[in-house]
């Protein structure tokens, strides 16, 4: 058995990130880029009025003519007098000789006779030739996560496609005779399978969408050989469940027969003990605790940085920070403790239903509160440290 240090220096020694592809940027959205973008344009790509107005030659004169007007999309590049000023509009190319736009509210027309009633300071409401980016300069770097704003970012330096890091294929199999169906009448025995929905869900919020969900009978011939099925056919696979020492837990001889090296077995935590991780060839195998709460908090512990390692991200874990904890927590267990509970403004709060089998307090928790475990006793008042869930 092996601490969790050991294990997060384990998985970090199997980081990899997956193969490049070129997609279109609509199809790109959390993606994370795979290639520094260089802008081929300055943004704007003129000198750029920011409101509605009038653009002029700034001095103290409040009295112009209005000689001209250019609207959005015009490239018409008036000259301007000290005396004269030029209707403009939003996004609207300034003409080389003004260098200031008064705001349409701050001024009275009559005809072409054009009156300033507020004064702007010289430069006021102008965009300078590539006031947000130049060109040659770095629009976005490798490992950006790409959101809306991101994609539309490229969009308006006229980028079409981008190199991104593919996404992994991902299989999830589970085990459990007494597993039934979400959606079928429960027999006597039998409980529904939560971790395969859980583990899925959790997959879709990395974008990972090609997930293979196989549920395998308890028996070493049935496991083996969906285990050599889905090597073959994926990056990471996810067991859930047989993997202890029970006598229908068949996991481990299966991935050993199946030449899936072993890399640990058994981290000294609570809840999660029985976690299995090993690899065959480029495919990443963590076989997870059948236990839902168990199952999960491996999931965001080691599996989660692994995946997003894969994806491309530059810092593949969940943030930790640290809060004022509302009542004692003692540990007797020699482990260390992940513990459900919620963070609000700095103050930490441990929840009811801590059991490896109950769900109930990750439904609500924003918190895993990591208790080490070499302390027994974290008093009320002391800071804990937490990691982020949402």
Request: charged letters at 25%; aromatic letters at 8%; proline letters at 5%.
């Amino acid at each position: 058995m092996i601490s969790v240090s050991e294990a997060i220096q384990h998985i970090e020694n199997h980081f990899s990130k997956m193969p490049l592809v070129i997609k279109p940027i609509e199809k790109t959205l959390g993606y994370i880029l795979g290639e520094d973008i260089i802008s081929p344009i300055n943004m704007p790509p003129f000198k750029q009025s920011a409101m509605d107005g009038y653009a002029f030659v700034h001095s103290n004169n409040n009295d112009y003519l209005v000689s001209g007007e250019v609207p959005a999309g015009s490239n018409e590049n008036f000259p301007v007098n000290y005396d004269e000023a030029i209707r403009i509009f939003t996004g609207s190319r300034i003409p080389d000789d003004a260098d200031t736009v008064v705001m349409q509210e701050h001024t009275e027309r009559k005809g072409d006779n054009l009156k300033i009633t507020t004064l702007p300071e010289k430069g006021a409401n102008v965009r300078p030739l590539g006031n947000q980016i130049k060109i040659g300069d770095v629009a976005l770097k490798t490992g950006t996560y790409l959101n809306e704003g991101a994609i539309g970012f490229l969009a308006g330096l006229g980028i079409t496609k981008v190199q991104v890091y593919k996404k992994p294929k991902v299989s999830i199999l589970v085990t459990g005779n007494e597993l039934q169906k979400v959606g079928k009448k429960l027999k006597e025995g039998q409980v529904y399978d939560s971790n395969s929905i859980t583990l899925k869900l959790a997959l879709k919020q990395l974008g990972i969408k090609k997930v293979r969900i196989s549920k395998v009978k308890d028996t070493f011939k049935a496991i083996f050989k969906t285990i050599k099925i889905e090597l073959k056919k994926s990056d990471v696979v996810l067991i859930s469940g047989g993997i202890s020492v029970g006598d229908y837990d068949f996991v481990k001889q299966a991935l050993h027969d199946n030449e899936v090296a072993e890399v640990f077995y058994k981290v000294n935590q609570k809840p999660g003990k029985p976690l299995w991780f090993g690899y065959n060839d480029t495919t990443k195998v963590f076989a997870l605790p059948g236990n839902p709460a168990s199952s999960l908090s491996c999931f965001y512990m080691y599996v989660l940085p692994l995946l997003k390692a894969h994806l491309g991200y530059s810092n593949p874990y969940l943030p930790k920070e640290k809060a004022i904890l509302n009542s004692d927590i003692k540990n007797k267990f020699g482990k260390t403790l992940f513990l459900k509970g919620t963070v609000e403004n700095g103050q930490a709060t441990l929840l009811d239903g801590q059991a490896s089998s109950m769900l109930k307090s990750f439904a609500v928790c924003n918190a895993l509160l990591v208790v080490p475990k070499d302390e027994t006793l974290i008093e009320k008042g002391q800071k804990i440290e937490y990691i982020k869930l949402i």
